[in-house]
């Protein structure tokens, strides 16, 4: 059973969090990808009880009924939100999972909180914007690289472009999901689409846009700009998981952090996908807490 909170966050904001698994378990700080609002899903929260992992996953600002920023920020930001979070709930030290956009998250904890945050995995993560050696667009979908060239166009122009194309798809019912997907999804990923996944995609969605582009348009600014911290710092143990077909977020992603976090364990696949790599959630947590010295 999960329980919502709204926690008292920084400049007099609100934190929306759902926390479940193991109550007495090691903290287990999940990020969700982009867009995406805390939403209960069983297997997820079946998986951390299973592993005496105490599942806390955070709406950011702008998302569900967390209190937007008052200016966009970077990815490094979110720590600040993560450690009153995890300060409110009593979790000391902790280990954290990133899918796709909140891999940077789960990376930012790693290097800025390296005596609290124990490992970090990165799921089917983003590599930095222009980092070097990496050709960020190759292989990733059309409408993906429509919606990040009109994030570099700036808020007004992004936030344009997420009312038109983005914010109906979040509306979309379990069964229009492959749909309002399009070329983001590829056959593997459409294979696990099933009633209680697709369910619970539309939930994360659907209260993603509760208030609007705002939280939507924070996130793809963050995405086009600088981290706000450097990988290079990183001394926690970090794995790295990606399958190639992954139309969101490409294999050489998963491959360019391999290579550039130090020391980071790599598990990259030929058959998986970006919602594919999921329905191993209990083999991925397993190996994060035994990454995180945790049993």
């Known amino acids: 059973m999960s329980d919502l909170l709204h926690v008292p966050g920084p400049d007099g904001r609100t934190i929306e969090t759902l926390v479940g698994g193991d109550p007495d378990g090691v903290g287990l700080l999940f990020h969700g990808g982009s867009p995406s609002a805390a939403a209960a899903y069983q297997p997820f929260d079946d998986a951390a009880r299973s592993l005496g992992l105490r599942l806390v996953t955070i709406s950011r600002p702008g998302y569900g009924a967390s209190t937007p920023r008052p200016a966009p920020g970077r990815y490094a930001d979110d720590v600040v939100e993560s450690e009153i979070v995890l300060d409110h709930l009593g979790i000391d030290q902790f280990v954290t999972l990133g899918w796709s956009g909140g891999g940077p998250r789960a990376l930012a904890c790693a ?15 983003v590599a930095p914007y222009g980092a070097e050696g990496l050709d960020w667009f190759n292989g990733m979908a059309e409408e993906n690289h429509e919606e990040y060239h009109a994030a570099e ?10 009312v038109e194309h983005v914010l109906p798809m979040l509306a979309a019912t379990p069964d229009e999901l492959e749909e309002a997907f399009g070329g983001l999804v590829t056959p593997v990923d459409v294979a696990v689409l099933t009633a209680e996944f697709a369910d619970w995609m539309s939930r994360t969605f659907n209260h993603a846009g509760a208030q609007g ?13 600088p981290w706000g911290f450097d990988l290079a710092d990183i001394t926690v143990p970090v794995a790295i998981w990606q399958g190639r077909q992954d ?9 360019w952090l391999a290579a550039h976090v130090p020391g980071a364990q790599a598990h990259l696949f030929e058959d998986e996908g970006h919602l594919s790599l999921v329905d191993q959630m209990d083999v991925i947590l397993a190996d994060l807490k035994r990454l995180g010295g945790a049993g």
């Open 213 to 225: 582009a705002i939280g939507v348009r924070d996130d793809g600014l963050a995405a086009v700009s």
């Open 153 to 162: 166009a700036g808020p007004a122009a992004y936030e344009t472009f997420v």
């Open 247 to 255: 139309a969101m977020v490409p294999y050489a992603h998963g491959e």
């Open 111 to 125: 290097a800025l909180l390296p005596g609290r945050c124990r490992a970090a995995a990165s799921l089917a993560g």
